[in-house]
């Protein structure tokens, strides 16, 4: 390969990795994947070194290396699902590497999900059927249903405002505390556990801890132990919301 075509699959696989992380995809996906799109290109040398906050990739000892840092992650894993039928079909030969790469730039400047009515309804549905499964009354759904999609609507509209997730979802459990507990104290609800587990389901982070223990178990230790604090501090952020409004009613 020419010098320039090794700067553009780096470029390409880089922005790969990139569009994969700030998805929320695995550590171990992440790496398989650019280093499958590196064969595809009879590259055997690359090296790659990913964490949640940075990835390092090398094509070779005689080639360049660089770096690109994750600034966001959230969950998206349809964004995920596109980058990885671009490495299978880079790695078919079905598109060559700068088809790829532009495929790549529409995925990363294309905004997936659905407008914010529709999240806040998908969340107050997903909150009144929690606290449903963790035996709660069927009198209390819609309490639930009130609760969790004004706790979506807060945490999206202070996560825009402040680009501070810690701060985001401490206020949003904060809401659906004082939520659920006025709807008890003026008998609209009855069970005010049940209300607020179930409320705050649609804020915690599954898909996080999930992959945490995902890459401590594949052997990626840095990886794990920082998205594991990361599954924490918004643990601790819900808990602290809820724990506020206990403590003062």
């Known amino acids: 390969m020419k010098e320039q075509n090794y700067e553009m699959a780096l470029d390409c696989f880089l922005l790969a990795g990139q569009i994969m992380m700030e998805s929320g995809a695995e550590t171990y996906r992440v790496e398989d994947t650019m280093l499958r799109m590196a064969r595809s290109q009879d590259i055997e040398d690359a090296q790659s070194y990913v964490t949640p906050t940075g990835i390092i990739l090398s094509l070779g000892r005689r080639q360049i290396t660089k770096i690109t840092s994750i600034t966001h992650r959230i969950t998206d894993l349809h964004k995920i699902s596109l980058v990885n039928n671009i490495s299978r079909k880079l790695t078919l030969k079905i ?25 806040i309804l998908t969340a107050s549905i997903a909150s009144s059927c929690f606290m449903v499964l963790f035996n709660g009354l069927w009198s209390d759904m819609p309490v639930a249903f009130v609760a969790g999609g004004v706790g979506h609507l807060a945490v999206t509209l202070v996560q825009e405002a402040t680009k501070v997730k810690f701060f985001s979802e401490f206020f949003a459990s904060l809401v659906v505390g004082i939520i659920a507990y006025l709807a008890v104290h003026f008998e609209l609800g009855t069970e005010l556990d049940k209300i607020i587990v179930g409320s705050v389901m649609p804020l915690v982070p599954g898909v996080i801890i999930t992959n945490a223990v995902r890459d401590l178990m594949a052997g990626h230790f840095t990886a794990g132990i920082a998205k594991g604090a990361e599954a924490f501090l918004t643990a601790f952020a819900i808990g602290s919301g809820i724990a506020l409004v206990v403590g003062l009613f």
Do not use: G, R
């Not at 590497?97 to 730039?105: G, P, Q, V």
């Not at 905004?111 to 999240?119: E, T």
């Open 95 to 119: 598109i060559t590497l700068d088809e790829a790469y532009d495929e790549l730039l529409k995925i990363q400047k294309t905004n997936y999900f659905l407008p914010i009515h529709v999240q």
